[in-house]
Antibody, heavy 119, light 109 residues
Framework: QVQLVESGGGVVQPGGSLRLSCVAS????????MHWVRQVPGKGLEWVSV????????YYADSVKGRFTISRDNSRNTVYLQMANLRAEDTAMYYC????????????WGQGTPVTVSS | EIVLTQSPGTLSLSPGERATLSCRAS???????LAWYQHKPGQAPRLLIF???NRATGIPDRFSGSGSGTDFTLTISRLEPEDFAVYYC??????????FGQGTKLEIK
């Protein structure tokens, strides 16, 4: 069955960096777009970033552009989110999710990894 | 930027009742780009509906989506105890990426 397992979350000081990982299994990873979506405590969902199957297309929400970098390693079935210059408002649960080719929704999600930015 | 506004913010109903959740867009959205999710605390969000009206794999037929243009609706025909959760609509935009509504909390009355 499809599984997405995130890791790498933790507590970091403002201005610090963190790298999140999401390991996928149960499907042909290289054929799916992969996303990161976050949820600030007590708030709704916010899409963060997407990377295409061939890594050539990467897009970001305005709130993280220039600070976050998404990447993927199809040989390891893993998608990453490198987060730099972190701010208090980046505190959230971070989920990875996949999207089927030609579809504009997220059909499977991981359980999330929490990130806290605090001094 | 297209904004999605969900209503009501909270919906209090009893098991067995019908739930109607609304998602209104500030500008027209292609039906192909509209989806609905269910999210329970401590769990991964779950895709219910894609393309405005297509049920995702494994979703019971009591869940249905409808609408077009700026007005979309998620209907749960007969509420089961496990349906009480927060529901989000989501759209895709070629220049703005993916956007979620603020959510509707469906609670037990």
């Amino acid at each position: 069955q499809v599984q997405l397992v995130e890791s790498g979350g933790g507590v970091v000081q403002p201005g610090g960096s963190l790298r999140l990982s999401c390991v996928a299994s149960g499907f042909t990873f290289s054929t799916y777009g992969m996303h990161w979506v976050r949820q600030v405590p007590g708030k709704g969902l916010e899409w963060v970033s997407v990377i295409s199957t061939d890594v050539n297309n990467r897009y970001y929400a305005d709130s993280v552009k220039g600070r976050f970098t998404i990447s993927r390693d199809n040989s390891r079935n893993t998608v990453y989110l490198q987060m730099a210059n972190l701010r208090a408002e980046d505190t959230a649960m971070y989920y990875c999710a996949r999207s089927e080719p030609g579809r504009f929704s997220f059909d499977y999600w991981g359980q999330g990894t929490p990130v806290t930015v605090s001094s | 930027e297209i904004v999605l506004t969900q209503s009501p913010g909270t919906l209090s109903l009893s098991p067995g009742e019908r739930a109607t959740l609304s998602c209104r867009a500030s500008q027209s959205v292609s039906s192909s780009y509209l989806a609905w999710y269910q999210h329970k605390p401590g769990q991964a969000p779950r895709l219910l509906i894609f393309g405005a009206s297509n049920r995702a794999t494994g979703i019971p037929d009591r869940f249905s989506g409808s609408g077009s243009g700026t007005d979309f609706t998620l209907t749960i025909s007969r509420l089961e105890p496990e349906d009480f959760a927060v529901y989000y609509c989501q759209k895709y935009g070629t220049s703005t990426g993916y956007t979620f509504g603020q959510g509707t909390k469906l609670e037990i009355k």
